[in-house]
């Protein structure tokens, strides 16, 4: 039997843990990140803008045609205006042409009044300046020639009116006996034509065997 004497074994004390004190790291702070560096914009350099031409304003108005050559003989007063181009595929007497023979007509009455008005002053001057016989009757016989020459001009005028009326009803350029096209051509060289070349013939030949 085991004595009451006999010693616990002692108990061996574990040695007391450390405590470990975990030493907090700081958080390393990261370098800002560097933003790409912008290049530099250079100066721009300030051109001088080109000057612009000075556009000349166009005048509302229309500038008046000159003209030369008595307007009472058409052949020699036709040389002011340029002829019709026509195009191939171009109606006959369209805007264009009737535009065309409007400033043609306009142009040639407007010389025709202008022509009329000179006219008129030289008849009207006094022919007490003529004091001798023989230069008042060659003064006389002036006047005649321009009275003659106003008388044809006032049928002339009249001529273009109804030439202008016929512009303005879309009758103008055909002819009035048969209906068919006068023509550029001969429209130009006669403005105031209103009969085709084939009809006109046949009425000079009927004037000549009627008056011989």
């Known amino acids: 039997m085991a004595t009451k004497n006999s010693k616990k074994p002692t108990k061996t004390k574990k040695p007391a843990a450390k405590k470990v004190t975990k030493v907090q790291k700081k ?25 612009k031409a000075a556009v000349s304003k166009k005048s509302s108005k229309k500038a ?20 019709y181009r026509s195009k191939k595929s ?12 409007l400033g043609m007509l306009t142009a040639w009455k407007e010389a025709l009044i202008e022509e009329q008005e000179k006219t008129e002053q030289l008849i009207q001057q006094d022919q007490s300046n003529f004091p001798d016989s023989l230069d008042r009757a060659a003064k006389e016989e002036e006047f005649m020639l321009e009275l003659r020459k106003r008388e044809r001009e006032r049928k ?13 009803d879309d009758l103008y350029g055909y002819c009035e006996s048969c209906g068919v096209e006068i023509g550029i051509k001969r429209l130009e060289a ?10 006109k013939t046949v009425d000079e030949i009927k004037e000549k065997q009627q008056f011989g």
């Open 156 to 168: 002339l005028i009249a001529k273009i009116d109804l030439s202008l009326k016929d512009l303005a």
């Open 190 to 199: 006669r403005p105031t034509a209103t009969k085709c070349i084939d009809c």
């Open 64 to 83: 008046a045609v000159k003209v030369s050559g008595s307007p009472t003989d058409f052949s020699a007063f036709l040389k002011n205006f340029q002829p």
């Open 27 to 51: 958080p390393i702070k990261k370098s800002a990140e560097k933003k790409p560096v912008k290049p530099l914009k250079k100066a721009a350099v300030a051109r001088k803008a080109p000057k």
């Open 90 to 101: 171009e109606k006959y007497m369209n805007k264009n042409q009737q535009r065309h023979f």
